[in-house]
């Protein structure tokens, strides 16, 4: 790429390039002596942005601070704190970055307006962001050689739940919002779509409204799955307790209490318990020889037990959106 003239007083590189950069050093001589000069080239580049894939992202955002790159759109909750990088790639002499608003205003950075702000390495902030921050952001890289642009589309959503609960749906929060933010709410827990099949359904980030926390939808009981008994030896208790789903090996003589956890229903589910004879049943606050349930139904207990009380007990939680049953093995020895 580099040529010399035929009078050897011109020197020509094509396609110039960063590499090239440096002194360059002509030297003249004759019989009288000699002579130098000397030519210090340097390379300019006009600023690139740094090219990234589009954002592969929920209908929501759920972080606090999220962070994207100029060149990315994205969806954000109002009230969040919103990171625009302005990363330039390639650039010499160093690019100054500024700022266009999606109301026409200019930011550089160290400048601030209201919530907008942009920090001494050119990414734009923006806090408690809202639907009026809508819009596209642009940022501008200028240096000697040029200077390049890239846009942010952004734009903000609001808080809509919907509970879900068995076949029940409640909605409460902002109406009309796009996109709506479904959740599933099972017991006190809510879960994500990778553990809970309830549609399209993203984790969220902080409790729904106050009016979601009791929605009263009807749903079918269930009892708790409790670890199995860790019993190396029989139980020797004066008192002993279990829950429902338990295995338990007793030693005769000592009483037992078995708790149905019911973990959800909605109404309140109705208890009958089935004796290990396999014919007797007990509901709340019935008793049969020396076996007893509580008023709420959920205990049933059996204070001395003897050879003739081994066996299955069955407990069957009842309401109108359907039936469970659970039980507990019972093995007494001397």
């Known amino acids: 790429r580099f040529l010399v003239a035929a009078n050897g007083r011109q020197l020509v590189v094509n396609d110039f390039e960063l590499g090239d950069e440096g002194e360059y ?18 390379v300019l580049q006009p600023p690139v942005f740094k090219k990234v894939d589009p954002l592969d992202q929920p209908p929501i955002i759920p972080d606090q601070d999220y962070v994207v790159d100029a060149t990315q759109n994205v969806t954000i909750l109002d009230g969040k704190r919103l990171l625009i990088n302005a990363d330039v790639v390639t650039t010499k002499p ?19 307006l209201d919530r907008f702000s942009v920090y001494p390495n050119g990414t734009l902030q923006v806090t408690d962001i809202d639907s ?17 642009t890239a846009t942010t589309k952004v734009d903000v959503v ?3 739940w919907q509970i879900i609960v068995g076949s029940c749906t409640h909605t409460c929060g902002d109406e009309g919002t796009k996109p709506t933010l479904i959740i599933c709410r099972n017991d006190e827990t809510f879960q994500s779509v990778a553990e809970v099949n309830c549609g399209h359904i993203v984790k969220p980030t902080q409790p729904p409204p106050e009016e979601c926390n ?9 009892f708790s799955k409790p670890p199995p008994l860790n019993q190396s030896t029989p139980i020797n208790d004066d008192n002993w307790a279990v829950t429902l789903n338990q295995n338990v090996t007793i030693v005769r003589g000592n009483e037992l209490v078995i708790t149905a956890d019911v973990v959800a229903g909605l ?17 709340a606050g019935q ?18 037990m003897q050879f003739g009380d081994e066996g299955s ?22």
């Not at 003249?28 to 340097?42: E, F, K, L, V």
């Not at 160093?94 to 550089?108: Q, R």
């Open 25 to 42: 050093v002509a030297t003249a001589t004759n019989i009288a002596g000699t002579a130098t000069g000397r030519s210090r080239i340097i």
């Open 94 to 112: 160093d690019a100054m970055i500024s700022w266009e608003l999606p109301d026409g205003s200019t930011l550089s950075p160290g400048q601030t």
């Open 132 to 148: 009026a921050d809508e819009g596209t952001y642009t940022a501008t890289a200028t240096n000697r050689a040029g200077s390049a």
């Open 158 to 160: 609001k808080y809509s």
């Open 214 to 222: 009791r929605v009263p939808c009807p749903a079918p009981p269930q």
């Open 267 to 283: 109404p309140d589910p109705t208890i009958i318990w089935m004796l290990a004879d396999g014919t007797t049943t007990l509901s």
């Open 287 to 304: 008793s049969s020889g020396s076996a007893s349930v509580s008023a709420d139904g959920t205990q049933l207990t059996i204070p001395n």
């Open 313 to 334: 007990y069955v407990a069957t939680a009842t309401n109108s959106e359907g039936s469970t049953t659970g039980t507990t093995t019972v093995t007494v020895v001397e």
